[in-house]
């Protein structure tokens, strides 16, 4: 074993305690308490402050709280709900060993106890435990990975959709950073917020399946083209289609949205109002916006007073006016990230 295991010994006659350090002091350092209430606040300090206890050894008759109650209250409390506890008790009829079992201890040594035999069951304990952290360890690193990776090839794909529009991959950073910095204005929680982050980049994916003499065509385009322009939002709710993930299914909802209109004028189902999902909605304002601001090979960049003016305008037509207000509110970060993701 690498690091010292902590050891809690509660018991209330004060040779049990210390012949049961004698035997355990090998295995780590041990800390003893003299009482069931004792042992309690003892091994919940040693939580709160960030080292919780590798291991629990309860004697079950004791003044003020009685180990089984001891036990219950440390399985109760998410902190200390996976500290193994060890009952070491002259109990040792059936019933008491099997409601110890029941409250969730590990195992249930009866006194008198071999010295030898005890060292080498809480040995064990403690191995496992060791073993268990690691793999939950190992676990947490691996899902910290697929999480980095899933996101990383989720921003790649849409940055492919984007380089075939002709711009630069900031427009979807900048996007990206509006939207989370607007559901942060309505104090969505963070989690939806990092999934919100994510999935607007995907905005416009669906843009892989448009030709490329309409998606690049520098002129107007005739309403025939337009119609096929228009199916961006369906091909992209399609290629996101279908999976569990919250995470693609948010970027689903943005893909086959972010056209909608709050009057009802937008494609591709002319949905009105909050009957538009309002991670579509927020990034419609945003898509916008950005798009406005920027220089693209039709237009010159609006100014940041010019665009805001255009939004007011739409607010109740295009835009849920609401969200518009929640997006000027936030103005000052949104033009921030202008200045860290500028197009060069
Ligand atoms: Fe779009
Ligand atoms: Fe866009």
Not at 24 to 33: I, K, Q, V, W
Not at 113 to 126: G, N
Not at 131 to 160: G, K, P
Not at 171 to 180: A, Q
Request: hydrophobic content about 40%.
């Amino acid at each position: 074993m690498t690091s010292t295991m902590n050891i809690l010994i509660v018991d209330d006659d004060l040779v049990s305690r210390s012949k049961l350090e004698a035997i355990l002091e090998d295995l780590g350092h041990c800390d003893l308490e003299p009482s069931g209430d004792k042992g309690l606040a003892a091994a919940l300090e040693a939580a709160a402050s960030g080292r919780p206890y590798d291991l629990v050894c309860l004697d079950v008759e004791m003044p003020n709280m009685n180990g089984y109650e001891v036990c219950r209250r440390l399985k109760a409390d998410p902190e200390t709900r996976t500290i193994p506890v060890v009952f070491i008790t002259s109990q040792k009829d059936e019933t008491n060993e099997a409601a110890g079992f029941e409250l969730g201890a590990v195992d249930y040594i009866a006194k008198p106890f071999s010295p030898r035999v005890v060292q080498a069951r809480i040995r064990t304990h403690l191995e496992l435990k060791r073993h268990q952290e690691y793999l939950e360890d190992v676990i947490a690193d691996r899902t910290r990975e697929l999480r980095s990776a899933h996101f990383e090839i989720l921003n790649r794909l849409a940055q492919a959709a984007e380089f075939r529009d002709n711009e630069t991959g900031r427009h979807v950073k900048r996007l990206s950073h509006y939207c989370r910095i607007v559901g942060r204005g309505l104090e969505l929680p963070e989690e939806h917020l990092d999934a919100l982050f994510h999935a607007s980049a995907l905005h416009d994916v669906g843009k892989i399946g448009i030709p490329d003499h309409i998606l690049l065509k520098p002129g107007r385009l005739t309403d025939a083209e337009f119609q096929i322009m228009q199916t961006h939002t369906r091909i992209g709710a399609q290629l996101l289609d279908s999976h569990d993930s919250k995470l693609l299914q948010m970027a689903r909802v943005i893909a086959l949205t972010h056209h909608e209109k709050w009057d009802g004028s937008g494609y591709p189902r002319g949905l009105a109002g909050t009957r538009i999902p309002l991670e579509g909605r927020i990034t419609a304002i945003c898509d916008v916006f950005d798009a406005l601001t920027s220089k693209r090979v039709y237009k010159k960049a609006w100014t940041v007073d010019e665009a805001v003016e255009q939004l007011k305008k739409d607010a109740g037509r295009h835009f849920d006016p609401e969200l518009v207000e929640a997006f000027l509110d936030h103005l000052d970060p949104c033009l921030q990230i202008v200045e860290t993701y500028g197009d060069e």
